[in-house]
């Protein structure tokens, strides 16, 4: 069994004479231009249309986000080529992915082994949360491959995949949203929270490696890299939640973990048979710090070349924002509405920006209206040009917004509201109903 890393999850598997590629990102600058791979993947001579695209058999998808789903990388594979997704409450992923011309979408319920024939097979398990996402476990030759992606799997499910006997796992390790680091605290604070963050998400790494006894552990699924000049500190490990995947390693070879740690750079291979393989660039074992600031020197013109081209908001944005939230709001039901209970502020700047409150305590059939309510609970600050896209339709997951990094957000009081991040997420009524009903 061979299997070869490209960062973040993606990992081509070979095994009994096929080849299973998960979550191809193979492109820069995800989000609006925000997140790059931990090391850029051209360098290491990886691009879309360099990759051999046409020698795999099966492609894993597991969950909707950029950085695991790329439209642009998966746009040069063919379309009939077979896909295996975890099965989702509410079919949304499946459409999307069959929205970009697939038409050999397979879901596989959660914990359900496929035998693909001469000893090979795989094993997705879906997330214990309300978002979508999985994980997946490749069987083939006698050694098993575990590959964790960005998902949270409930303790049972950990169990089962233990019992298996994983040889090789890759496990997510490091910060990958907007908390706290896109949030008005004072710089201080918010350093203090982002290293006690990190800290938290080391924890809970090595506790997720304990629980599934691998052999051999890759810390994975991140960190991204942020090159655009302006928000170079997301990088600091003083104020950001990006982790160097060298501590990960340095922290399960102070565990006393029996598992191996392994440090594996994009195009690095582990080899059943001869193990470890290295054949990433020199620069991509080098100092993460230097590697940083030479990249984005490096990329600074095209990143301010991409940022002038984001094509500007429409002057219809107040009209759509309101459809958008009044239509989403009003389809909840008045228990789901209660449970989110925010006054959600939105603050759009730009030639066609302006102000909304969406109120979930409304009486309804309005929830939406103009200026910022004054007892307001959480508050979005953004370019009208980054909201415009979602609320016209042409953008799907509104979580890719915040994921941008480039918006500002705070909430009164500061805690976290789950609900209303449920909402943002998939607003799907019947979905939230459903959940909220068993949790």
């Not at 992915?97 to 693909?116: A, C, I, K, P, Q």
């Not at 024939?117 to 994980?135: I, K, M, Q, R, W």
């Not at 508050?379 to 953008?395: I, N, T």
Request: aromatic share 12%.
């Amino acid at each position: 069994m061979r299997v070869t890393y490209y960062g973040q999850a993606c990992t081509l598997i070979e095994g009994a004479g096929r080849r299973i590629l998960t979550d191809p990102w193979l492109t820069e600058g995800a989000y609006f231009g925000t997140w790059f791979h931990t090391h850029v993947l051209a360098e290491a001579g990886v691009t879309p249309e360099s990759f051999p695209r046409e020698t795999i058999d099966y492609l894993f998808l597991s969950h909707e986000h950029q950085d695991h789903v790329d439209p642009a990388t998966l746009r040069v594979f063919p379309k009939s080529l077979p896909v295996l997704i975890c099965r989702f409450q509410g079919g949304r992923f499946r459409r999307y992915l069959e929205g970009m011309g697939f038409t050999d979408v397979r879901e596989l319920d959660s914990g359900r082994t496929l035998e693909l024939g001469d000893s090979l097979s795989v094993t997705l398990y879906g997330s214990a949360e309300y978002t979508n996402d999985s994980a997946i476990v490749v069987e083939a030759e006698g050694f098993r491959v575990y590959n964790e992606t960005d998902c949270k799997l409930g303790f049972e499910d950990l169990q089962r995949i233990a019992d298996k006997g994983i040889d090789l796992g890759f496990y997510m390790f490091s910060g990958a949203n907007w908390y706290p680091i896109l949030y008005d605290y004072p710089r201080e604070e918010r350093g203090r929270l982002a290293r006690r963050r990190r800290g938290l998400l080391l924890k809970s790494f090595l506790q997720r490696v304990k629980l599934t006894r691998p052999k051999v552990a890759v810390p994975s699924s991140g960190p991204c890299m942020v090159l655009d000049p302006a928000l170079l500190w997301l990088n600091s490990p003083e104020e950001g939640i990006f982790i160097d995947p060298r501590e990960a390693v340095a922290a399960l070879t102070a565990s006393g973990s029996p598992a191996q740690p392994l440090y594996m750079a994009a195009t690095d291979v582990w080899d059943s048979a001869r193990g470890f393989e290295r054949r990433a660039p020199g620069a991509f074992h080098g100092d993460r710090a230097a590697y940083i600031a030479g990249a984005s020197a490096r990329h600074a013109e095209g990143i301010a070349a991409r940022l002038r081209a984001e094509p500007p908001a429409g002057p219809d944005l107040g009209r759509l924002v309101a459809e958008y939230f009044d239509r989403r709001v009003g389809a909840q039901s008045p228990d789901i509405r209660r449970r989110i209970g925010a006054v959600l502020g939105i603050e759009a700047a730009g030639p066609h920006g302006g102000s909304w409150t969406v109120d979930f305590n409304a009486g309804g059939p309005r929830y939406v209206r103009e200026g910022i309510d004054p007892g307001w609970t959480y508050k979005v600050q953004v370019e009208d040009k980054l909201l415009y896209p979602f609320m016209a339709g042409r953008e799907e997951w509104l979580e890719d917004l915040f994921l941008s990094l480039r918006a500002g957000l705070a909430r009164r009081p500061d805690q976290y509201n789950e609900p209303l991040y449920h909402f943002l997420y998939d607003p799907d009524p019947e979905r939230l109903a459903r959940w909220y009903a068993t949790h």
